[in-house]
Every structure is written in C-alpha cells, then in structure tokens.
C-alpha cells in the first residue's frame, strides 16, 4: 500500500485532525495515533485533533486531554478524516474540512462517499487504524501510538472475534504489542469494564428486549425517560447492540436510543444473512456489511416496521430473486 499520508503530509505545516461525531474506540484511536505520530516524525507540524467528547474509559490514551471540543476560526493546512464515511459524519468541525487547503480521508466503511481530495478506503480492512498503520512509518510506533492504534483494533474487532478480523489484523496486533503495551489492561478497561449505571441500563435495554420474524431478528429500545433514570447519556450504552447480537439464533439485532423528539439513533448488527450496510444507506446512514447505523424518525413501533421490511427482503430468497 502506498504512503499517500506521507506524501501529503511533505511540506504542511499545520494539521487538522477529524473524527465522527460520537467517537468510538476506533475514532479515538486513529485520531490520537496520528496526533502522537505526527509529534514523533514531524515535531515541526502544528496538529490538533477536534471531537466531540468521548467517554472517560479513553483517557488513558496519550492526547485525550488534548482534544479540543469546540470549533475556533483557525485554518489549516491540511484535514486528515478518519473512520468518518461522509462529511456530514464530521459533525461541527466540517468547518476544519472545508476551509483546510488540502484534505485526505482514512477509512474501512464500505458506505464511504469518497469525499475529500484524496481518498484511502480499504472496506476489508478490520478498523481505520488498521488502515493508519500502513500508512505510518515503523520507526516512528512508539509505545504511546501503538496503545491508540491496539484500541482502536479491539474495538472494532470486538477483540479480534468479529468476521472483519484478517491474519493481517493478527500481524498488526502483534507488532504493537511489542511495543510494550499493557494489552490485557487496554481490552479489560476500555472494552469490557462497566460502571454500575452501565450495567444496569444494559440489564434493562436486555429485559425489555423483543424477537420478532421467528427469533430471526431482535431489538431493544431505550428512551430519554430511561437514561434520564439512571443517569445515563450515549456514551454508556456501549456493548448493548453486541450483547443483543449474541442471542441464540438471532440473524440481526437492532438496538435504538431516543435523540430527540420522534428521533431515534438506530444501531445494526448481522451475523450472514443481511448486509446492514444496505439497510443503513437507504436510511441516510452507513457503515459496514455487518455493523451500520443511522438516525431514524418516528415512533419506536415506526422504527422497527420500516426496518423490518428491509430485513425480511434479504432473509427471503424468494424476495431477494425478485429484487435481481
């Protein structure tokens, strides 16, 4: 793979660092990656990273502190996005995209709309970090960008157990490890540590949990009343979507949060059978064949009917021949 990043990088003086909106594991870790990479190779660079706020279980990554909440009026010389398939992902710092003189996008979403000068979208690739990595100059992978980048490879992989998982994702992991990160602690701390509320909105969202199409699909809901209980906001209901996934015999889970009034953040998860990705983009969203997402109006029963259609479309061969 050739080393557009570097190439781009040659001459720039000051870089913006994007991400999507509600970061994850694997937007946090390419983003804080590069700004600790970039502090490595280029000490010359001015670079900042601009994200929402993501959850404290991150703050062990180098930079974390660093990352800037808000929007100002600087212009930069070059926008790296990462792990972000559309502008629209980019949420309040498009404003970064659009004024920057050049912009480069790194990303493994099969959905992505190629939208920034230059373009790296590996979609068999296990995570955006994943995709960082080959761009990155080995000698430059010290202990502090190796944590962020085995981050953002557990999260996407769910610990190297996901279908996205490749012996390459294997050979990656590996190399950071030597590095001397704590893996044990990265995955017990970020990815399966639970404060007391998250536990319990998660033991909520799977009591109130429903099949439906013959135990072939699964959802669970949660409302604003529901977070308001326990005291919980979007960045504590990780986990709920993949534990749902889980459930014996289910093809697609489906887990949904209220975000406003009649709006819905509408999380997908596959096991074969249905390629959610589709689902997603119909719905204004995006992301993978068996992990997508997107916004969804209506009431919860309106959600889950609209979504229904197109599940059964692909669980049905009959259905599906047709549509060819």
């Known amino acids: 793979m050739s080393r557009i990043l570097e190439s781009m990088l040659d001459g720039v003086k000051s870089v913006a660092i994007l991400g999507h909106i509600r970061p994850d594991g694997d937007c946090l870790g390419s983003t804080l990656g ?6 490595n190779k280029y000490p010359g660079i001015h670079a ?7 959850a404290e279980k991150f703050a ?5 502190d660093e990352i800037r909440h808000e929007p100002d009026d600087r212009v930069y010389d070059l926008c790296v996005c990462l792990d972000s398939g559309d502008m629209g992902r980019l949420g309040k710092f498009s404003c970064y995209f659009e004024r920057a ?3 480069i996008c790194l990303d493994h979403h099969v959905t992505n709309t190629r939208y920034a000068s230059a373009n790296l979208v590996v979609a068999d690739a296990s995570s955006t970090c994943e995709v960082l990595y080959g761009q990155l100059d080995e000698a430059y992978i010290d202990r ?7 981050t953002g490879l557990i999260h996407d992989t769910g610990v190297f157990k996901y279908s996205c998982t490749s012996a390459k ?11 001397g990160i704590d893996f044990g602690a990265i995955i017990d701390n970020s990815f399966y540590r639970k404060t007391y509320v998250q536990n319990q909105i998660l033991g909520r969202a799977l009591l109130e949990s429903v099949t439906f199409m013959d135990g072939k699909c699964i959802f669970s809901a949660v409302r604003k009343k529901d ?7 979007s960045k504590d209901l990780d986990g709920i979507i993949d534990q749902l996934r889980l ?6 889970a489906l887990f949904l949060y209220e975000s406003g009034a009649q709006e819905y953040k509408v999380s997908m998860r596959s096991q074969d059978r249905v390629d959610v990705s589709r689902i997603a983009t119909f719905f204004g969203g995006g992301g993978h064949v068996h992990a997508a997402g997107c916004t969804m109006s209506g009431s919860i029963h309106d959600v889950i009917n609209n979504l229904a259609i197109h599940i059964s479309r692909q669980l049905s061969p009959d259905t599906e021949a047709d549509q060819q």
């Open 34 to 39: 590069l700004y600790n990479y970039l502090g």
């Open 48 to 54: 900042r990273v601009y994200l929402e706020e993501a």
């Open 60 to 64: 062990y990554l180098k930079g974390f």
């Open 101 to 103: 003189r050049d912009s």
């Open 144 to 150: 502090t960008v190796a944590e962020c980048l085995y």
């Open 169 to 179: 994702t294997m050979e990656i992991a590996g190399k950071l490890m030597e590095k």
């Open 227 to 233: 977070m308001e209980f326990y005291g919980v906001d």
């Open 247 to 252: 459930t014996e015999g289910v093809e697609c």
